[in-house]
């Protein structure tokens, strides 16, 4: 079965620079979903997107933008990279209620 | 606002002994629940999911869960653990009209061989 595809599955940054992230959900799912995990924490959310529009925003740095295209595809923009930036980034997909989540495999974001 | 709690951070078992995480969630409304797991430098995986029904889900890799309504609990089980199923398991819900998914704070299986 299609699974959810993230790209880079690794990235190296320098403080300020710029960073995206994709994420190709599964085939059919109409929302898409962004968490950050950082070492040995929980997964935090920061935003998702139903239908491309924006549905719910989460302890997002104003530094990070997203959106989702007409194919259902998403992107993470990050600026102004810090080194609290470096995590793994994973995106989520499901379809509306009950919100049954599949995740990617994650882009490994390191600041230096 | 909703919110789930893991009580168990770490836990540490032999092979082939029994298992239980404890989850207890704060909604008191219709409530989905699941459990992920994620396996070292890997990706958070469904294991089992409960939306209505019966109370008692059966997952993958032999993993069960019990929803008590009463207790607002959704503990995961498993009979006999293995060395394979070391990792961190979470649990969580979705957050009502959005989804967006609030976890536990994870709780840490070591199975020693």
């Known amino acids: 079965a299609a699974g959810v595809i993230q790209s880079p599955r690794h990235l190296i940054k320098e403080k300020r620079e710029t960073a995206t992230l994709k994420c190709y959900p599964i085939?059919?799912?109409?929302?898409v979903y962004w968490y950050q995990q950082g070492p040995g924490q929980d997964p935090q959310f920061l935003i998702s997107?139903?239908?491309?529009?924006?549905?719910d925003k989460g302890s997002i740095p104003d530094r990070f933008s997203a959106q989702q295209f007409s194919d259902y595809h998403s992107e993470l923009n990050m600026s102004s990279l810090e080194l609290g930036d470096s995590a793994l980034y994973f995106c989520?997909?499901?379809?509306?209620?009950?919100?049954?989540?599949?995740f990617g495999p994650g882009t490994r974001l390191t600041v230096t | 606002a909703q919110s789930v709690s893991q009580h168990n951070h770490h836990v540490i078992l032999s092979e082939a002994a029994s298992l239980e995480l404890g989850c207890n969630y704060s909604?008191?409304?219709?409530?989905?629940l699941f459990w992920y797991v994620q396996y070292p430098g890997q990706h958070l995986q469904l294991l089992l999911k409960?939306?209505?029904?019966?109370?008692l889900v059966k997952g993958i890799k032999g993993f069960e869960a019990e929803f008590i309504k009463s207790k607002f609990s959704f503990n995961l089980r498993k009979p006999s653990v293995q060395w394979s199923d070391t990792a961190e398991y979470f649990c969580?819900?979705?957050?009502?009209?959005?989804?967006?998914?609030?976890f536990g704070q994870g709780t840490t299986l070591q199975v020693k061989p």
């Open positions: 909604y008191g409304g219709t409530v989905n």
């Open positions: 085939p059919r799912h109409d929302t």
């Open positions: 969580a819900v979705p957050a009502e009209g959005t989804g967006k998914l609030i």
């Open positions: 989520a997909s499901s379809r509306q209620y009950p919100y049954e989540q599949y």
């Open positions: 997107f139903y239908e491309k529009m924006q549905s």
């Open positions: 409960y939306f209505s029904g019966d109370p």
